[in-house]
């Protein structure tokens, strides 16, 4: 079976099913390379996960554009000796050229060599498809849970 597409392309069912797949693999591959993006302050890739006009709202604060992202990720990550960020349960909605992604985020904050904090969030992305393939154009953080520092035990 042929279907338009939106561009007046002619695609198949089957067309149409592999460019779902693929959409919703990029998008969940640019949330993994979030929390690396995070865990490992690869900041000068900003471009590669973010569009230049991404919004970010957190408990920390909003920020616009990739110079406020990157502020608002140090401001909040870099008093930290290492992190770890893990996202799952992606929800993939994509409609065309724009998609959401809803993940929930666990992360492991290690203050010093004696204790670390926990925090549990629900992350909320919008995303574009742009010519150098999907970028977040906004980032929606709403806390769940966080711990005072704990004790080390490894």
Do not use: Q
Not at 40 to 58: G, H
């Amino acid at each position: 079976m042929l279907t338009r597409c939106r561009r007046g392309v002619v695609m198949s069912d089957r067309e149409d099913l592999l460019r779902s797949l693929t959409d919703r693999s990029e998008l969940t591959d640019l949330v993994a390379r979030h929390s690396v993006w995070l865990d490992e302050a690869r900041y000068d890739e900003s471009d590669r996960l973010f569009t230049t006009d991404v919004v970010v709202r957190s408990p920390r604060g909003t920020a616009t554009g990739l110079d406020g992202l990157v502020a608002l990720a140090r401001a909040g990550h870099d008093a930290y000796s290492r992190r770890m960020h893990s996202k799952s349960n992606l929800v993939v909605d994509v409609d065309g050229d724009t998609a959401t992604v809803r993940a929930h985020d666990l992360a492991v904050f290690v203050i010093d060599d004696e204790s670390e904090a926990i925090a549990a969030a629900v992350h909320r992305y919008g995303a574009r498809r742009t010519e150098s393939g999907w970028r977040f154009t906004s980032l929606d953080i709403t806390p769940i849970a966080l711990t005072a520092p704990l004790a080390r035990v490894l």
